[in-house]
């Protein structure tokens, strides 16, 4: 369905991003990766898939922390892969404390990365995608872009920023072939998950098993977790021509959580 497009995921060295870059190149997209991590084991992530779907996959390692990175992220995909057709606008961090308590340099790197970055990746991205009339604008946002909790100030400001800068992509480009959707997961095993897990094992002497059955009896009905190729397959739905009109939509796959 996407052979001949070209799709950037950032964050895609690990849990979602990863699922959604894999996901994409099954269905022939060519793949610009980005994120952190060991460069033998994002190598082999590269090639495996490039190999298993039979499509071109470049990595770059912009840090999405620094606005002048994510517009070489998207310069490197047009130098590389020929254009971004796809823009999934994944990478992100979480921080936990008190408004407070919350230290000032992490309310700015979660709102850089997990804001600003779709900004600049949109804003880079968007002119190539309107001359050829046709893209797609994917922002993985969160159910904490539609609800709060506490202790997460940051991370709830920006997914809500997410939401609202989605639509207004959307109503910039209601007339053309460019969509601009949001997706809004609940909770997903993933290690930006496991490290709250892992806290919440820690304060309350639980085991790994006993603490994710907390975690998601508190938010999640559905007692399970979502899954990355869940995900990954709503991103493929979004890329599809039945999802020409969903624009401006912030689509939560939460188990529940957003249904209390
Ligand atoms: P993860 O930690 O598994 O992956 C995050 C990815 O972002 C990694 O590839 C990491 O290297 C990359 N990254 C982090 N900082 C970066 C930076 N400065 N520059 C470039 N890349 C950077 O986390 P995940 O759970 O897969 O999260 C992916 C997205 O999904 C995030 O935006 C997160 O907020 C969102 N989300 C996750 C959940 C969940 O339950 N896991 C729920 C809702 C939303």
Known sequence: MLKGKVAVVTGSTSGIGLGIARALAAEGADIMMNGFGDAGEIETLRAGMAAEFGVRVAFNGADLAKPAETRGLIEAAIAELGKVDILVNNAGIQFVSPVEDFPDEQWERVIAINLSAAFYGTKYALPGMKSRNWGRIINVASAHGLAAS???????????????????VALETAETGVTANAICPGWVLTPLVQKQIDALAARKGLSDAEASRDLLSEKQPSKTFVTPEQIAALAVFICSDAAANLRGAAINMDGGWLAQ
């Open 150 to 168: 506490p202790n997460k100030s940051a991370y709830v400001a920006a997914k809500h920023g997410v939401v609202g800068l989605t639509k207004v």
